[in-house]
Protein backbone atom coordinates (compact mmCIF):
# COMPACT_ATOMS: atom_id res chain seq x y z
CA UNK A 1 0.00 0.00 0.00
CA UNK A 2 1.50 3.17 -1.08
CA UNK A 3 2.37 5.78 1.41
CA UNK A 4 2.62 9.68 2.26
CA UNK A 5 3.48 10.12 5.62
CA UNK A 6 3.37 14.18 7.12
CA UNK A 7 4.80 14.56 10.50
CA UNK A 8 1.93 16.30 12.01
CA UNK A 9 -1.86 16.36 11.89
CA UNK A 10 -2.02 19.99 13.33
CA UNK A 11 -0.01 22.22 14.48
CA UNK A 12 -0.12 25.63 16.35
CA UNK A 13 2.48 28.16 16.33
CA UNK A 14 3.19 31.71 17.50
CA UNK A 15 3.59 34.42 14.07
CA UNK A 16 6.92 34.56 13.41
CA UNK A 17 7.91 31.36 14.79
CA UNK A 18 10.10 29.24 12.07
CA UNK A 19 8.09 25.98 11.31
CA UNK A 20 8.92 22.83 9.46
CA UNK A 21 6.83 20.46 7.76
CA UNK A 22 8.01 16.77 6.83
CA UNK A 23 7.11 14.82 4.48
CA UNK A 24 8.17 11.26 3.92
CA UNK A 25 7.01 8.96 1.09
CA UNK A 26 7.89 4.99 0.38
CA UNK A 27 6.78 5.23 -3.28
CA UNK A 28 10.52 5.95 -4.32
CA UNK A 29 8.59 8.63 -6.38
CA UNK A 30 10.53 11.21 -7.99
CA UNK A 31 8.74 14.18 -7.88
CA UNK A 32 7.50 15.57 -4.56
CA UNK A 33 4.97 18.47 -3.98
CA UNK A 34 3.66 20.90 -1.24
CA UNK A 35 -0.03 22.47 -1.46
CA UNK A 36 -1.90 24.53 0.72
CA UNK A 37 -5.61 24.70 0.89
CA UNK A 38 -7.92 27.13 1.85
CA UNK A 39 -11.66 27.26 1.26
CA UNK A 40 -12.64 28.60 -1.89
CA UNK A 41 -8.70 28.90 -3.35
CA UNK A 42 -9.17 25.06 -4.29
CA UNK A 43 -5.46 23.10 -4.10
CA UNK A 44 -2.62 25.68 -4.77
CA UNK A 45 1.19 24.74 -5.43
CA UNK A 46 3.60 26.15 -3.24
CA UNK A 47 6.46 24.21 -4.31
CA UNK A 48 7.38 20.89 -5.99
CA UNK A 49 10.78 18.70 -6.19
CA UNK A 50 11.20 16.28 -8.80
CA UNK A 51 14.76 14.90 -7.72
CA UNK A 52 16.92 15.18 -4.81
CA UNK A 53 18.48 18.43 -3.96
CA UNK A 54 16.13 20.09 -6.74
CA UNK A 55 13.21 22.54 -6.40
CA UNK A 56 11.10 24.68 -8.49
CA UNK A 57 8.83 27.37 -7.43
CA UNK A 58 4.82 26.84 -7.62
CA UNK A 59 2.00 29.55 -7.84
CA UNK A 60 2.55 31.05 -4.43
CA UNK A 61 6.47 30.40 -2.88
CA UNK A 62 6.68 33.68 -1.05
CA UNK A 63 7.16 33.17 2.93
CA UNK A 64 7.75 29.53 1.89
CA UNK A 65 11.14 27.64 1.33
CA UNK A 66 12.16 23.51 1.10
CA UNK A 67 14.23 21.00 1.06
CA UNK A 68 15.16 17.60 -0.08
CA UNK A 69 18.50 15.68 0.88
CA UNK A 70 16.97 12.33 0.42
CA UNK A 71 14.79 11.04 -2.33
CA UNK A 72 12.05 10.25 -0.26
CA UNK A 73 11.90 13.19 2.31
CA UNK A 74 10.26 16.33 1.15
CA UNK A 75 10.41 19.39 3.46
CA UNK A 76 8.70 22.70 3.77
CA UNK A 77 9.94 25.64 5.71
CA UNK A 78 8.12 28.66 6.94
CA UNK A 79 10.98 30.95 7.09
CA UNK A 80 8.93 33.60 9.73
CA UNK A 81 5.52 32.33 10.13
CA UNK A 82 2.31 34.65 9.87
CA UNK A 83 -1.06 34.25 10.66
CA UNK A 84 -2.12 34.26 6.36
CA UNK A 85 0.09 31.20 6.36
CA UNK A 86 -2.99 28.79 8.47
CA UNK A 87 -4.07 26.53 6.17
CA UNK A 88 -4.47 23.03 5.33
CA UNK A 89 -0.83 21.89 3.83
CA UNK A 90 -0.73 18.70 1.93
CA UNK A 91 2.25 16.65 0.78
CA UNK A 92 1.77 14.96 -2.06
CA UNK A 93 4.57 12.50 -4.64
CA UNK A 94 4.30 11.14 -7.62
CA UNK A 95 6.03 8.47 -10.14
CA UNK A 96 8.07 9.64 -12.88
CA UNK A 97 10.08 6.73 -14.01
CA UNK A 98 10.31 5.06 -17.51
CA UNK A 99 9.17 9.24 -18.97
CA UNK A 100 5.77 8.68 -17.04
CA UNK A 101 5.43 12.54 -16.33
CA UNK A 102 1.89 12.76 -16.37
CA UNK A 103 0.41 10.31 -13.49
CA UNK A 104 -1.41 11.15 -10.41
CA UNK A 105 -0.71 12.24 -7.03
CA UNK A 106 -0.67 10.64 -3.88
CA UNK A 107 -1.22 12.45 -0.88
CA UNK A 108 -0.19 12.63 2.38
CA UNK A 109 -2.73 13.18 5.25
CA UNK A 110 -2.39 16.91 5.58
CA UNK A 111 -1.29 19.05 8.66
CA UNK A 112 -3.54 21.79 9.58
CA UNK A 113 -1.52 24.76 10.73
CA UNK A 114 -2.94 27.23 12.68
CA UNK A 115 -0.52 30.28 13.22
CA UNK A 116 -1.64 32.62 16.11
CA UNK B 1 -9.98 32.17 -17.05
CA UNK B 2 -8.67 29.76 -14.86
CA UNK B 3 -7.39 26.66 -16.29
CA UNK B 4 -9.49 24.13 -14.76
CA UNK B 5 -13.16 24.42 -14.32
CA UNK B 6 -15.13 22.79 -12.34
CA UNK B 7 -19.58 23.01 -11.76
CA UNK B 8 -19.46 25.90 -8.79
CA UNK B 9 -21.86 23.73 -7.16
CA UNK B 10 -22.88 22.29 -4.35
CA UNK B 11 -24.36 19.83 -5.86
CA UNK B 12 -27.58 17.44 -4.42
CA UNK B 13 -29.36 14.06 -5.57
CA UNK B 14 -31.21 11.36 -3.73
CA UNK B 15 -29.81 8.28 -3.01
CA UNK B 16 -30.03 6.20 -5.71
CA UNK B 17 -29.86 8.98 -8.50
CA UNK B 18 -26.77 9.20 -11.02
CA UNK B 19 -24.76 12.39 -10.26
CA UNK B 20 -22.77 14.11 -12.76
CA UNK B 21 -19.91 16.42 -11.78
CA UNK B 22 -18.13 18.04 -15.05
CA UNK B 23 -14.70 19.85 -15.69
CA UNK B 24 -13.60 22.04 -18.65
CA UNK B 25 -9.74 23.00 -19.08
CA UNK B 26 -8.33 25.62 -21.51
CA UNK B 27 -4.92 23.57 -22.22
CA UNK B 28 -5.65 21.71 -25.73
CA UNK B 29 -2.11 19.61 -24.63
CA UNK B 30 -3.26 17.73 -21.62
CA UNK B 31 -2.50 14.16 -21.83
CA UNK B 32 -3.62 13.20 -18.87
CA UNK B 33 -7.26 13.97 -16.33
CA UNK B 34 -8.33 12.01 -13.07
CA UNK B 35 -11.01 12.46 -10.53
CA UNK B 36 -10.04 12.56 -6.76
CA UNK B 37 -12.50 12.27 -3.99
CA UNK B 38 -11.93 14.57 -0.34
CA UNK B 39 -13.68 13.96 2.48
CA UNK B 40 -14.13 16.87 4.65
CA UNK B 41 -11.21 17.02 6.93
CA UNK B 42 -9.39 14.29 4.76
CA UNK B 43 -6.98 14.44 2.03
CA UNK B 44 -7.99 13.77 -1.84
CA UNK B 45 -7.42 10.45 -2.68
CA UNK B 46 -7.72 9.27 -6.36
CA UNK B 47 -10.41 7.46 -7.82
CA UNK B 48 -10.58 8.02 -11.39
CA UNK B 49 -7.99 8.53 -14.63
CA UNK B 50 -8.36 8.74 -18.15
CA UNK B 51 -6.34 9.43 -20.49
CA UNK B 52 -8.13 8.67 -23.67
CA UNK B 53 -11.42 10.44 -25.38
CA UNK B 54 -14.53 7.99 -25.11
CA UNK B 55 -16.24 6.54 -21.35
CA UNK B 56 -13.95 4.45 -18.78
CA UNK B 57 -15.82 2.55 -16.09
CA UNK B 58 -15.12 1.11 -12.77
CA UNK B 59 -17.68 -0.03 -10.96
CA UNK B 60 -20.29 2.54 -10.11
CA UNK B 61 -17.90 5.34 -11.62
CA UNK B 62 -17.69 6.47 -15.16
CA UNK B 63 -15.45 9.07 -16.06
CA UNK B 64 -15.70 10.47 -19.81
CA UNK B 65 -13.39 12.53 -21.54
CA UNK B 66 -13.74 14.54 -24.93
CA UNK B 67 -10.37 16.22 -25.58
CA UNK B 68 -12.17 18.11 -28.77
CA UNK B 69 -14.79 19.97 -26.63
CA UNK B 70 -11.71 19.81 -23.87
CA UNK B 71 -13.98 18.47 -21.15
CA UNK B 72 -13.72 15.55 -18.55
CA UNK B 73 -16.75 14.52 -16.88
CA UNK B 74 -17.59 11.59 -13.84
CA UNK B 75 -20.87 9.94 -13.18
CA UNK B 76 -21.28 8.19 -10.17
CA UNK B 77 -24.53 5.51 -10.25
CA UNK B 78 -26.59 4.77 -7.65
CA UNK B 79 -25.38 7.25 -5.27
CA UNK B 80 -24.83 6.40 -1.82
CA UNK B 81 -24.59 8.93 1.36
CA UNK B 82 -21.06 7.71 1.15
CA UNK B 83 -20.58 9.63 -1.90
CA UNK B 84 -20.69 12.69 -0.20
CA UNK B 85 -17.58 14.56 -0.81
CA UNK B 86 -15.45 17.31 -2.61
CA UNK B 87 -14.67 15.94 -5.97
CA UNK B 88 -11.17 17.63 -7.51
CA UNK B 89 -10.73 17.33 -11.51
CA UNK B 90 -7.36 17.44 -11.98
CA UNK B 91 -4.56 17.65 -15.09
CA UNK B 92 -1.15 16.18 -14.88
CA UNK B 93 1.28 18.14 -16.68
CA UNK B 94 5.09 18.38 -16.97
CA UNK B 95 7.25 16.95 -14.44
CA UNK B 96 3.95 15.60 -12.92
CA UNK B 97 2.53 18.72 -11.93
CA UNK B 98 -1.14 18.59 -11.55
CA UNK B 99 -3.13 21.63 -11.81
CA UNK B 100 -6.65 21.18 -9.77
CA UNK B 101 -10.02 22.53 -10.18
CA UNK B 102 -11.60 24.11 -7.19
CA UNK B 103 -14.37 21.21 -6.43
CA UNK B 104 -17.86 20.55 -6.60
CA UNK B 105 -19.17 19.56 -3.37
CA UNK B 106 -21.47 16.61 -3.63
CA UNK B 107 -24.44 15.64 -0.98
CA UNK B 108 -26.33 12.20 -1.39
CA UNK B 109 -29.43 12.34 0.57
CA UNK B 110 -30.76 9.55 1.86
Known amino acids: DVKVTQSSRYLVKRTGEKVFLECVQD?????MFWYRQDPGLGLRLIYF???????EKGDIPEGYSVSREKKERFSLILESASTSQTSMYLC???????????????FGQGTRLTVV | QKEVEQNSGPLSVPEGAIASLNCTYS??????FFWYRQYSGKSPELIMS????GDKEDGRFTAQLNKASQYVSLLIRDSQPSDSATYLC??????????FGDGTTLTVKP
Open chain 1, 92 to 106: ASSDARDGRSYTEAF
Open chain 2, 50 to 53: IYSN
Open chain 2, 90 to 99: ALAGDAGKST
Open chain 2, 27 to 32: DRGSQS
Open chain 1, 27 to 31: MDHEN
Open chain 1, 49 to 55: SYDVKMK
